[in-house]
Nanobody, 120 residues
Framework: QVQLVESGGGLVQAGGSLRLSCAAS????????MGWYRQAPGKQRELVAA???????NYADSVKGRFTISRDNAKNTVYLQMNSLKPEDTAVYYC??????????????WGQGTQVTVSS
């Protein structure tokens, strides 16, 4: 059993900052990659940022230069530092992990989502 626990969402003024965190726990053998997706009402879920076990990162064009993804492998935790937030960043943010469980199989796991609301 694997669980992803997200925290850090909330309400912030435009131009402000938030820091999201996501900790994976359970029978984890190794983590291939972790990342953040978001989904706004009426829109499709999109990749925001991801980081691989080797430290390679990938960002959506809309957040480059504003968001930074990082990891703490010892804690199986990924962070998303969000600066210069815009109203269009408002969405439910979901943590994702692609990992190998102790039993040997690789799976994608999702957190329950955390709301980020940016007011104008």
């Amino acid at each position: 059993q694997v669980q992803l626990v997200e925290s850090g969402g909330g309400l912030v003024q435009a131009g402000g900052s938030l820091r999201l965190s996501c900790a994976a726990s359970g029978s984890i053998f190794s983590i291939n990659a972790m990342g953040w997706y978001r989904q706004a009402p009426g829109k499709q879920r999109e990749l925001v940022a991801a980081i691989t076990s080797g430290g390679s990162t990938n960002y959506a064009d809309s957040v480059k230069g504003r968001f930074t993804i990082s990891r703490d492998n010892a804690k199986n935790t990924v962070y998303l530092q969000m600066n210069s937030l815009k109203p269009e960043d408002t969405a439910v943010y979901y943590c994702n992990a692609n990992l190998r469980v102790v039993a040997g199989r690789e799976y994608d796991y999702w957190g329950q989502g955390t709301q980020v609301t940016v007011s104008s």
